[in-house]
């Protein structure tokens, strides 16, 4: 059994994005008024009155700069929600924002994809269904991380490492 983790984005990382975001751009933060984005930092929805931005963030080329590895054309950033002050990160283990359909797609040790899958949460629990994606993913040697993103939007969730 392989044993992984779910990754927010980095402390170090945060204070980066929200100085200047992977597209070079300032920080704009809003107040949150209905509630429910998907927060990288701290792997949970926001709360209605949370101070937040939505930034532009490039998690394979983080990874890649802190690997070594040249992902090339693989290469893309797009938006993510962070709270726009420094938060304590996410309250719990297990797997952030499975309420919903996910893709999950694999990387090799280079940064190309490997593949992907969709994780159909109406067929079984969502943890489950996540742990054996999880499980499956990783069971190829070749694997080396694994992105979680929304179905509806593309958007990159969080990433899973082994341990």
Do not use: N
Request: with cysteine; charged share 25%.
């Amino acid at each position: 059994m392989t044993t992984y983790v779910s990754r927010p984005i980095t402390h170090e990382v945060l204070k980066q994005l929200r100085s200047a975001d992977d597209a070079g751009r300032r920080m704009v933060p809003v107040l949150d008024e209905e509630g429910g984005a998907p927060l990288r930092c701290c792997l949970r929805h926001s709360e209605r009155g949370e101070r937040i931005a939505l930034v532009s963030y490039a998690p394979l080329r983080r990874w890649a700069a802190e690997t070594g590895a040249d992902p090339g054309a693989y290469d893309e950033q797009g938006p993510v929600f962070i709270h726009a002050e420094e938060c304590g990160g996410p309250a719990g283990q297990g797997h952030p924002f499975t309420g919903a359909h996910r893709t999950v797609r694999r990387y090799s040790a280079d940064g190309h994809i490997l593949g992907g899958r969709l994780v159909d949460v109406a067929s079984t629990t969502g943890a489950t269904a996540f742990d054996q994606a999880f499980e499956e993913a990783f069971a190829d040697p070749e694997v080396a991380l694994v992105h979680v993103r929304a179905v509806e939007y593309g958007c990159f969730l969080y990433e899973v490492r082994r341990r």
